[in-house]
């Protein structure tokens, strides 16, 4: 008789507990935040007026409406997981943002109307899962990345007239899946670009458009920031800021990074990261997948707001030397993947015409619901109840491949959304 696999006996030991655990938060986090449950996970998230919009493992683009719960629009055409989502103008400059672009596990990008749900373009992209989309509005150009270490660079131009997309340039220097994007445009046909990988790495591109004809975007390298050990999740630029979230446990803002290209022929270095003192990392217990700056938006508060495992962490940043935790919440019953302003907009009881404008946080998790947060409330939060000795938390276990997934989905898919999600 063959003697029994312990490794196996304790792995199915610790899906007991964390089954059980999961179970026992799903129970007390019920009612907080307002939930709103959705069929699939949200993997992004924008929040436009009172209305956010999904993008989904379940290959639907949700349009929901943050006052009632309700959806109001299932935009479908992909034909796996939808990773990533932008707007544009199509008019430029008009500010209605009338134009959806989505990227897909199934390889494509794909341009919506998004009052009709028509699918304006579909366009081969990536030789992989598209990871993320950039829509840089005054330059007409929109930039993908995906599993494929790649870069494309695509006119935006001529978006609309039904046709898939034109490439106009790429980079190919990531050596692992480019996760992360963003951008500052410094002229009407430059701009200075952001982009992040699996290992960590983010390297800083002086972008420009070249006078041929058709016009492409050629990058010179500026340097590369080397400061996290492993998966950039997150990444926001402002105000001379470039904040980070990482897997290995830490969020980082480095100030105004690369700010003018290195000199014609030189390699780029890390040089500057390094010899240039960084504030110190924010310290997190577990791998921090998405943070929202508020100094960076309208509100322009010296707050941070990170999502690290399935809680809501809230630091005052006006000193980045000493970062200040304010407080946690307990937020979900699974981790946090997107945390997003909502200038919640309601009418005046008793006075007709009157809008009160109210800044909300809106937060997305693999426990499959989005949550709803008064900023006033994240800030103080109420004392949490008192617990009894029988329902306090099991000891937290690795998540397991079934309980990260939904159903639907191939092989293939859960591999990666398992990679994707995982906690190391």
Not at 9 to 27: H, I, P
Not at 102 to 125: C, F, H, L, P, Y
Not at 226 to 246: F, I
Not at 265 to 293: E, F, M, N, Y
């Amino acid at each position: 008789m063959q003697p029994a696999d312990k490794s196996n006996l304790l792995r199915s030991e610790a899906e007991l507990l964390l089954e059980k655990a999961r179970k026992d938060k799903a129970e007390r986090t019920k009612d907080v935040g307002s939930p709103i449950e959705i069929a699939g996970k949200a993997l992004a998230i924008q929040v436009r007026g009172n209305v956010a919009w999904i993008a989904e493992n379940t290959t639907v683009i949700r349009k929901l409406d943050l006052e009632t719960g309700k959806t109001l629009q299932l935009f479908k055409g992909h034909t796996a997981p939808v990773t990533s989502l932008a707007f544009l103008d199509r008019t430029p400059g008009s500010g209605k943002e009338d134009l959806l672009i989505t990227g897909s596990w199934d390889q494509t990008i794909r341009v919506w109307d998004v009052e009709t749900k028509e699918i304006i373009s579909t366009t081969s992209a990536h030789s992989d899962f598209v990871k993320a989309l950039l829509v840089i509005p005054s330059l007409r150009l929109l930039v993908s990345s995906g599993s494929d270490k790649i870069v494309r660079f695509w006119d935006l131009s001529t978006v609309a007239d039904g046709q898939p997309l034109t490439s106009v340039g790429s980079l190919t220097e990531h050596t692992r899946p480019v996760e992360s994007l963003d951008a500052r445009a410094t002229s009407d046909t430059s701009a200075v670009l952001y982009t992040a990988d699996t290992m960590g790495i983010i390297k800083v591109w002086d972008i420009k458009k070249d006078d041929g004809t058709p016009p492409r975007w050629q990058s010179t390298l500026i340097e590369e920031l080397k400061h996290h050990r492993t998966r950039v999740n997150d990444m926001v630029h402002g105000n001379g800021q470039l904040w980070t979230a990482s897997t290995d446990e830490i969020v980082q803002v480095v100030p105004d990074p690369a700010p003018t290209p290195a000199p014609s022929g030189s390699a780029a270095s890390d040089s500057t990261a390094t010899a240039t003192k960084l504030p110190p990392p924010i310290q997190h217990p577990a791998p921090v997948r998405a943070l929202l700056p508020l100094g960076l938006t309208p509100l322009a508060e010296p707050y941070l707001l990170t999502g690290a495992g399935d809680v809501i962490r809230v630091f005052d940043v006006s000193s980045p030397e000493e970062p200040e935790l304010l407080a946690e919440v307990d937020a979900h019953w699974h981790d946090v993947t997107a945390l997003r302003l909502w200038m919640r907009k309601s009418a005046v009881e008793g006075a007709p015409g009157a809008v009160k404008v109210e800044p909300w946080i809106v937060s997305a998790s693999l426990d499959g619901t989005i949550r709803r947060w008064r900023l006033s409330e994240l800030l103080q939060p109420p004392p949490p109840p008192v617990k009894k000795a029988e329902d306090e938390k099991p000891p937290q276990a690795q998540v397991t491949l079934e309980e990260t997934l939904s159903s639907g989905m191939t092989e293939e898919e859960e591999r990666e959304l398992a990679e994707l999600m995982d906690e190391d």
